[in-house]
Nanobody, 125 residues
Framework: QVQLVESGGGLAQPGESLTLSCVAS????????MSWYRQSPGRERELVAT???????NYTGSVKGRFTISRDDTKNTMSLRMNKIKPEDTAVYYC???????????????????WGKGTAVIVSS
């Protein structure tokens, strides 16, 4: 069973930096697109950043120039470097992955991405 586990969240002051990490485990053949989402209380879940398997990156407007998404396909990991963080970045951050899994000797692609359980980021002075 594929699992995603996020880490790196915590309490930070405005202007500081944080790096979130996501590790995918299981019988993974390949991971296509990986993404970070976030959700803060009372708000809808928001797509923050996406990185494809050929490392094309996209960001939501509010984090462009501040956040950097990256991945290491040799380790099935993804990270989100968050610079100059703001109080409005406060949220639970989730990683997602489109996975090709090895199942009984065959490759299975899941049309819906796998999700981690999230890591909380609190930005406050």
């Amino acid at each position: 069973q594929v699992q995603l586990v996020e880490s790196g969240g915590g309490l930070a002051q405005p202007g500081e930096s944080l790096t979130l990490s996501c590790v995918a485990s299981g019988n993974i053949f390949r991971i296509a697109t990986m993404s970070w989402y976030r959700q803060s209380p009372g708000r809808e879940r928001e797509l923050v950043a996406t990185i494809t398997d050929d490392h094309k990156r996209n960001y939501t407007g509010s984090v462009k120039g501040r956040f950097t998404i990256s991945r290491d396909d040799t380790k099935n990991t993804m990270s989100l470097r968050m610079n100059k963080i703001k109080p409005e970045d406060t949220a639970v951050y989730y990683c997602t992955a489109d996975v090709f899994e090895i199942v009984s000797g065959s490759i299975r692609y899941y049309p819906s991405p796998f999700w981690g359980k999230g890591t909380a980021v609190i930005v406050s002075s």
